[in-house]
T-cell receptor
Framework: ELKVEQNPLFLSMQEGKNYTIYCNYS?????LYWYRQDPGKSLESLFV?????AVKQEGRLMASLDTKARLSTLHITAAVHDLSATYFC???????????FGAGTRLTVKP | DSGVTQTPKHLITATGQRVTLRCSPR?????VYWYQQSLDQGLQFLIQ???????AKGNILERFSAQQFPDLHSELNLSSLELGDSALYFC?????????????FGPGTRLTVL
């Protein structure tokens, strides 16, 4: 069964600092997704990573994928308050046409 | 505003009842996805339709069903409701039929089962 684990689940960081969120998954997949959810709001697609070694960047967020280690990272550079949100990773299982989400990382950036 | 609309925004009903949630995709998008978000089970993918046909199926209960109509709007039907069905239900749409296409999410329908 496809399982996705994120850590940490809660992250409190100061503005200007760097940090990394980790996403591990249990089965072979080369398709990994990151989403953002603001409190009380809907989801927003951030990144789609489609191959081993894929790296994508948008502003202060950079996502990467290592399919051999079954690991994706979401790196936050010089955090600002606007990045406060919950971040989810998800993996799809092409064989089963299914998608599984991690539990989410609730990020709080403090001044 | 993603361009995806969902109705109603809130729904309160009783156990054993049946409800229908509606989703209208962005103009030009052919795929509709349904997701459930609850405190107990987190985010779960339920089902995807592409141009009227079921394309992918996730953790959707047998009590739940969905369809996509010729005008591409979709409905999610939830029947024999239980307390545990209380959740936020999101739909999303995309142009193509693959998960890898960027999905645009609606604001969600909050279902409360009493």
């Amino acid at each position: 069964e496809l399982k996705v684990e994120q850590n940490p689940l809660f992250l409190s960081m100061q503005e200007g600092k760097n940090y990394t969120i980790y996403c591990n998954y249990s089965t072979t997949s080369d398709r990994l997704y990151w989403y953002r959810q603001d409190p009380g709001k809907s989801l927003e697609s951030l990144f789609v990573l489609l191959s081993n070694g894929a790296v994508k960047q948008e502003g202060r967020l950079m996502a990467s994928l290592d399919t051999k280690a079954r690991l994706s990272t979401l790196h936050i550079t010089a955090a600002v308050h606007d990045l406060s949100a919950t971040y989810f990773c998800a993996v799809d299982s092409r064989n089963n046409n299914d998608m599984r989400f991690g539990a989410g990382t609730r990020l709080t950036v403090k001044p | 505003d993603s361009g995806v609309t969902q109705t109603p925004k809130h729904l309160i009903t009783a156990t054993g009842q049946r409800v229908t949630l509606r989703c209208s995709p962005r103009s030009g998008d052919l795929s509709v996805y349904w997701y459930q978000q609850s405190l107990d089970q987190g985010l779960q993918f339920l089902i995807q339709y592409y141009n009227g046909e079921e394309r992918a199926k996730g953790n959707i209960l047998e009590r739940f069903s969905a369809q996509q109509f010729p005008d591409l709007h979709s409905e999610l039907n939830l029947s024999s409701l239980e307390l545990g069905d209380s959740a936020l239900y999101f739909c999303a749409s995309s142009v193509g039929d693959s998960f890898t296409d960027t999905q645009y999410f609606g604001p969600g329908t909050r279902l409360t089962v009493l």
